[in-house]
């Protein structure tokens, strides 16, 4: 697996102020950032709570803002951070994106699909693949998703 590089813990740092930013609408604390040409273009956090939408994941919200800002549905020239691994909805908008690097923070045993439970980026029979670098600030990340929920206050309704 790629080695992360000094640049992903401050794109990181970015992002986890995007997943505590998510916590103000009781939403699960995800945060993303798209990055191009070293500067942050769009930024997404969860908000599936606060505007009723199931996909309205950090990822996607990244991606679909900096499409808009970059004018252009492919981001071949940038860089997703996002503070917890990528779930399968968000993998395939990642490589319909043709994003070519995904870096995350914090595994998700349960939904992951860039390693854990899937490896939906790095499949070999899709036509698109994207590098993975995973564990950018890990126990950060994976903090504000324990103490989210841990706090009864805070836990998401039954589905």
Same mark, same amino acid.
């Given at each position: 697996? %790629? ?49 009723g939408d199931p ?44 994003? %070519? ?52 206050a805070r836990r998401?309704? %039954?589905?």
């Amino acid at each position: 697996m %790629p080695v992360h590089r000094p640049e992903h813990i401050e794109w990181m740092s970015r992002a986890l102020a995007e997943a505590s930013a998510a916590l103000a609408t009781g939403d699960v604390p995800v945060g993303a950032v798209v990055v191009r040409d070293g500067e942050i273009v769009a930024t997404g956090r969860n908000e599936r709570e606060r505007l009723g939408d199931p996909t309205a994941h950090a990822e996607l919200l990244a991606i679909r803002e900096a499409a808009r800002a970059i004018g252009d549905r492919h981001l071949v020239d940038c860089t997703l951070v996002v503070t917890l691994e990528p779930c399968v909805m968000c993998a395939g908008a990642i490589l319909a994106a043709r994003v %070519p690097t995904v870096v995350f923070g914090a595994w998700d045993e349960k939904a992951g699909a860039a390693g854990s439970v899937y490896d939906v980026l790095r499949d070999r029979r899709l036509n698109h693949r994207a590098e993975v670098v995973a564990g950018v600030e890990a126990d950060a990340a994976s903090r504000l998703l324990l103490d989210f929920f841990e706090d009864p206050a805070r836990r998401p309704r %039954p589905a």
